[in-house]
C-alpha cells in the first residue's frame, strides 16, 4: 500500500505566477489535510477536504489560496500570485474515515518563490 | 482544543530509554493524547495516541498519568533515527485538524 504521494517534491515559482500542489492520499483514504510549514515554524492546519466537499478551511489565508479534492484525481492545494512570503513546506496528510485521529503525512512540497 | 507544553529540548544516549514529558493540564474529558514525530525534512509521523489507560505499540509506550494533566512518551532503546521532534498534541477523537506546537527536539548521541 503506497503511501501519501505529494508532487513536485520541489517547486520554484516567480513571483506573480500559480503554484500547484498535488497530493494522492493513501488507497481507501477519503480524507484530505493540507499543513504549511514556514522556515524555522512549526506545522499550521490549512484545509481539510473530503472528496468533493471542503470541511474546514479555517486555516487557509483569505486570497490567493485554494483547495479541491474532487471525486476523480488528486487534491490540489493552488496558489495564485504567489509571494516571497509563500515559500515554505507544503504537507499533505490523509487518514481513513473511521479513524480520522490517525493521519498519514507525505513527504512534503518544497515551494521557493524567487 | 487543550494547549500543551513541552521541554525545547531533550538529548537521550543510544540505546537508553528516552523519556519525553507532556504537560496538558486544561485537558478535557473526552480529549486524548496524541504524539507525532518529525523526522528533519520529512512528513510528521504518527506514533501512538490515548484517553487514559497506558498504552504500548511497536513503536513506543505512552503513559498517562491518573489525573490526565500529564503524560510520558517512552522510546524503550532509542537510535540515531529516531532524532526528530516530536510533538505532543491533545483533541477530542473526532476533530479533523492537527494543532502542533513547538515540540520537544530530542537528540540521540553515540
Known amino acids: 500500500n503506497a503511501g501519501v504521494m505529494q508532487n513536485p517534491r520541489h517547486l520554484v515559482r516567480r513571483r506573480g505566477q500559480e503554484a500547484r500542489l498535488r497530493c494522492s492520499p493513501m488507497k481507501g483514504h477519503s480524507h484530505v489535510y493540507w499543513y504549511r510549514q514556514l522556515p524555522e515554524e512549526g506545522l499550521k492546519f490549512m484545509v481539510y477536504?473530503?472528496?468533493?466537499?471542503?470541511?474546514?478551511e479555517s486555516g487557509m489565508p483569505k486570497e490567493r489560496f485554494s483547495a479541491e479534492f474532487p471525486k476523480e484525481g488528486p487534491s490540489i492545494l493552488r496558489i495564485q500570485q504567489v509571494v516571497r512570503g509563500d515559500s515554505a513546506a507544503y504537507f499533505c496528510a490523509s487518514s481513513p474515515p473511521s479513524r480520522a485521529y490517525e493521519q498519514y503525512f507525505g513527504p512534503g512540497t518544497r515551494l521557493t518563490v524567487t | 482544543d487543550a494547549k500543551t507544553t513541552q521541554p525545547t529540548s531533550m538529548d537521550c544516549a543510544e540505546g537508553r530509554a528516552a523519556n519525553l514529558p507532556c504537560n496538558h493540564s486544561t485537558i478535557s474529558g473526552n480529549e486524548y493524547v496524541y504524539w507525532y514525530r518529525q523526522i528533519h525534512s520529512q512528513g510528521p509521523q504518527y506514533i501512538i495516541h490515548?484517553?487514559?489507560n497506558n498504552e504500548t505499540n511497536e513503536m513506543a509506550s505512552l503513559i498517562i498519568t491518573e489525573d490526565r494533566k500529564s503524560s510520558t512518551l517512552i522510546l524503550p532503546h532509542a537510535t540515531l533515527r529516531d532524532t526528530a521532534v516530536y510533538y505532543c498534541?491533545?483533541?477530542?477523537?473526532?476533530?479533523?485538524?492537527?494543532?502542533f506546537g513547538a515540540g520537544t527536539i530530542l537528540r540521540v548521541k553515540s
Open positions: 477536504l473530503q472528496k468533493e466537499n471542503i470541511i474546514d
Open positions: 498534541i491533545v483533541r477530542v477523537a473526532n476533530g479533523n485538524k492537527l494543532v
Open positions: 490515548g484517553l487514559k
